[in-house]
């Protein structure tokens, strides 16, 4: 039989019943301390018959925040909400993975602790605004990181990893992509260290490359996927030479035995020129690769069958369709997604749209 969207596969040691992922969406929906409440529960669990949930990006830290009502993975109380999460999907036979992340300089005082400056490679300062309680403010410039303050993050990553892992995830992602730290680190655009973290490729990589190494040596490699965005411009970012950049980023998390690689195959900023091999950067991976943008039901298939990808992450379809599964496979019409309920408020737009 043909390999399709509905045919099983494992993740590393993560099986899955189907090859359609949840794709990672913020929802600015957490409650008090940023800990996940009986609405989260509820949005995950109705979208449980995915072969995987990634859940929305999680701020490993305090400094790790760069938006409202994110929930995050540092403390006691949100280790407990997000159990309640794990346990509701797995209930419903669901697999769920969190994925970790630190904002650095996509952030603004209001949102950290003592009012502190984000963090970033180097003391670039993004164009754009900051989502903050008081609405969109410009950002501000960062502060570069020293190098003895980088073991911390990392540091930051296992404790993260270690909470994930007690709330009841079966993985972690680690969010290399859209322009938060570990990307900033990444693309030149944002890197202008002149340490053994910035200017050539493998110092840009070190950082994201160490990482991956830490969380995998407490979850377990076949249990971790990594997630990147080549192309993608979305908060002021981009790489001067990404298809090599993006190629020795793959190959060498290929060393590292992880799950997974997910990649975002384009750009959120409208306009932007797509001019990538995706099939060579997939070639360096020897996981499975998991695609994510824009694609539907046909396009999702035809990049299975054709061996491009082997499980696609929806996003956008599964705000507005918590039975996606079921809905490709009867050919049924999928609900619209409203997008004025896409960042914030309460179950308007998160738990009421209808299944089938
Ligand atoms: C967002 O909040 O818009 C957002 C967060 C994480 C992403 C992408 C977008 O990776």
Do not use: C
């Not at 400056?117 to 950002?139: E, H, M, N």
């Not at 956008?316 to 369709?321: Q, V």
């Amino acid at each position: 039989m043909a390999v399709d969207l509905f045919s099983p596969i494992h993740l590393g040691s993560i099986s899955l019943k189907n090859r359609i992922a949840m794709a990672p969406l913020t929802r600015n929906r957490a409650g008090e301390g940023n800990v996940p409440q009986d609405i989260n529960v509820t949005y995950y669990a109705q979208r449980a018959s995915a072969g995987v949930i990634i859940t929305e990006a999680t701020p490993i830290s305090d400094m790790g925040h760069g938006y409202p009502a994110t929930p995050g993975i540092h403390s006691g109380a949100q280790i407990a909400g997000w159990k309640k999460v794990t346990d509701a999907v797995h209930a419903k036979g669901g697999k769920i993975i969190l994925q970790l992340w630190h904002v650095g300089r996509i952030s603004h005082p209001s949102l950290l602790p003592e009012n502190a400056l984000p963090v970033a490679p180097s003391a670039i300062k993004p164009a754009g605004q900051a989502f903050t309680y008081q609405g969109l403010t410009d950002f501000v410039q960062p502060r570069a990181l020293a190098l003895d303050e980088l073991p911390a993050i990392v540091a930051d990553y296992v404790q993260a990893t270690k909470n994930a892992l007690a709330a009841g995830f079966d993985g972690v992602e680690v969010h290399g992509a859209n322009g938060y730290l570990l990307d900033q680190f990444l693309r030149d655009s944002t890197n202008k260290r002149t340490d053994n973290y910035g200017g050539s490729i493998e110092n840009r990589a070190r950082l994201l490359l160490e990482v991956v190494k830490a969380v995998a040596d407490v979850a377990s490699a076949d249990r971790v996927g990594v997630r990147i965005s080549p192309l993608n411009q979305f908060n002021d970012i981009s790489d001067s030479a990404p298809q090599v950049l993006f190629n020795y980023v793959a190959k060498e998390l290929s060393h590292l035995d992880i799950a997974y690689l997910h990649v975002v195959e384009g750009s959120m900023v409208e306009g932007a020129a797509i001019d990538f091999d995706f099939l060579a950067l997939r070639k360096q991976f020897k996981g499975a690769y998991i695609a994510n943008l824009n694609y539907d039901k046909a396009t999702g298939n035809a990049a299975i069958a054709e061996g491009r990808a082997d499980v696609i992450a929806y996003g956008k379809a599964y705000i507005a369709n918590p039975d996606l599964v079921e809905r490709f496979a009867q050919n049924a019409p999928l609900n619209a997604a409203d997008q004025s309920t896409f960042y914030g408020g309460g179950e308007k737009g998160y738990i009421d749209y209808p299944a089938l």
